[in-house]
């Protein structure tokens, strides 16, 4: 009897929902004390990296619309995490910077990632290698991915 192409348990777009899901679990209780969710996490990782940052240029290094990005930031904002400031070179540009209180939450940041991998139990290694070829499948469905709708 022929293997079922359709089988669920054999799709790789199930494996990458679950696992995403799951993993972005094992964050959910490290974050909330910080007053982030998953999303605001991936938005400060950014800014701790490069801070100050355009709206466009965290859009494109979070892989993230503008449209989806906004609310964030404002949340953040909201939060005092985040200044938000028209660029005095480019008024069209908005420039997200860290404020005292966002930089100052890094330190504390700074033990989720040895965290994660401990409640992971998974091989260090392991955990790089599939970065690795995540990194490589986000690269080749991002070449075949029709472009982005325009907003309205």
Not at 58 to 70: E, I, V
Not at 82 to 106: F, K, M, Q, Y
Not at 146 to 151: A, I, S, V
Request: aromatic share 2%; hydrophobic share 45%; charged share 20%.
């Amino acid at each position: 009897m022929a293997e079922d192409i359709l089988a669920l348990e054999r799709q790789v777009c199930f494996a990458l929902s679950v696992a995403s899901r799951t993993v972005v679990g094992v964050y959910r209780p490290l974050l909330e004390p910080m007053g982030l969710t998953h999303p605001q996490y991936l938005v400060m990782l950014a800014l701790w990296q490069s801070s100050p940052l355009s709206v466009k240029e965290l859009s494109r290094l979070l892989l993230l619309d503008p449209g989806t990005l906004s609310p964030l930031l404002k949340r953040l904002e909201a939060g005092g995490l985040v200044r938000r400031e028209r660029d005095p070179h480019d008024e069209r540009s908005l420039a997200v910077t860290l404020t005292d209180a966002g930089r100052a939450l890094r330190a504390e940041a700074e033990k989720i990632p040895g965290t994660v991998v401990s409640r992971l139990g998974l091989p260090l290694a392991d955990l790089q290698d599939l970065h690795a070829a995540l990194t490589t499948v986000i690269a080749a469905a991002s070449a075949v991915a029709p472009p982005p709708r325009p907003n309205g």
